[in-house]
DNA sequence: AATTTTTGTGCAATCGATTGTACTAAAAAT
DNA sequence: ATTTTTAGTACAATCGATTGCACAAAAATT
């Protein structure tokens, strides 16, 4: 029997009687065949294979955002390339080169923070490689993306801190480029202004993103003696370095002061007030833009239309701006 | 000129003439030449595919190995596929196979727990896949591996509690079947018998890794009003369960109870107390395995040896087990 | 000058699955 | 019974880099 009659049993060719197919996959299971995916990949010119760029593996978000993508594309036959940009663009605009060089089927990119043009990823669309983001996107750049509602989310929590009867509350923001810190920044804004609370310029703390930052911030702040009534962090991590700050100078939180995060880190659980903060979905993110970029390299359909999926963070009230205990 | 010429140029082949090579290249970088990667790995019948099992990518110790692993298998054009067993056996069997269809030129395991057996990984053996072990070991196989000298650490913090004034100390542990909680167990009777003291069987509590029994742990101890002087446990996890469940109760850690954990989970820095652990340099040690299984698969040597290196984990003490503040 | 050696290139086969085309046998239609 | 249709299978080319072998040209040797 000829190898060509073998290749159509297996994939079910309608041309191909059952009789014989079904002869045919009972002897490739007896001699335990194993088709070679190398040169299936070298006949249809794709590799199955995703390239992936992400700030760092190694935080809590971005590797469940792995984990949730490994799920969906391995069983899909598809394998995983990941890079790190570690916030670097030229790191970046490398990682991207590396992955169209190596010829990927699509690429899924969370952009790094020191990333300000889009030049670099018009390679990959030049080159007809399917190019999605997640959650840190280009706004500019009209692809599919899986997205995190960071406005909504920077505005339950704002809301929720002046239900407590925080009133002055200050923000501790990212790169104002990156629609993630944008989006906080904003939802912040739209919940002070619906409550008719003024946002002065010195209430928003640009580039306040680590437990360093924090840790600085909030000695400026004691120093300064004055005080506002609650901080929205953008980050957990900045968060953490004013809580540890607060607490060394024996400023209660939330008692003196209300203290949000953002991230649902690990540790803002165990902290002692436990800091509030919003939970999102990593996990499910990653199986949502590996299903969408698998559906739209498996659909032959020219690319018709733009996806896009936002996921709404969950509020995770903790201790650290429930001002009244009942 | 012909392709096999131009294959030859590119390889720097010394049949080849330095003109022919120089001008090979610049033509080759003018139109922007990028080398199929398919094809070639068709052709030597390898796809540059490293194969990974680890029980859970997102786990802190996890994911930075697979960030120490990335570091060195990509810059060499390998791409790692991940699996992810979930502690269980079936699954890391399923995975197992997986990798082997895929024909990947090697294998890096972190055993599952629920694994009892051997025989699976016979299947890679058989098909001269190299296998290596990393952190959670069989070591009734000889391979090549990178693990941590769980003994030496365990035995670290024990001597370290002892010396503290902690008598009676408690130890949680995982199953002994595997070599990290084995040796874990083994550090810590060798410090107490050092030191002449008892270690009596209900002092060793068995399967205590969570959280969850952590604190059913800690309550049961509670009630019983037996409490040792100080708790080792194998994993932080579980030191968190005890901690919060001592706290609930108003037993103060370390001055009524020292606790130490394993792993240097993020949180440990900052719960109240922070708890005394030890540190892995999962980074590190993902660097190292992935270095070893490339070393072995670029030799064309027949493998003659077993590596094996081994990390002295690092202990951090904490407020958790400093009894007496100065 | 003739012969050997060295050096540089090209031919053609190979890796294994896939697929358009062609061909044969069987079934259906006339 | 002859023609048409359809089903089932095989041939051969293809994907692109690689490599053993052979051959030609140039250099070295006698």
Redesign the pocket.
Known sequence: ?????I??A??K?P???V??CELVQKTAAVMN????H???N????KGKLIGVIIPRINRHFFSHAIAGMEAITNPAGYNLMICQTNEDFESEQQSLQTLINNRVDGIIVSVASGTRTTKHFKAAIDEEIPLLFFDRVMEELDTDRVVNDNFAGAYAVTKHLIEQGFHKIMHLAGPRHINVYKHRYTGYLKAMEEADLEVSPEMVIDDCLTRDKGEQFAEKLCDSGNLPDAIFSASDYSALGVLLVLKKRGINVPSDIGLAGFANEPFTEFLEPSITTLEQFGEDMGQSVARMLIDRLESKEEKKFTSSVSFKPQLIIRESTIKNKI
Chains 1, 2 share one sequence.
């Open positions: 029997m000829s190898a060509s009659t290749s159509r297996l994939a060719h041309r191909i009687s009789k014989t065949y194993r088709p070679n190398l040169a299936s070298l006949r249809r010119g």
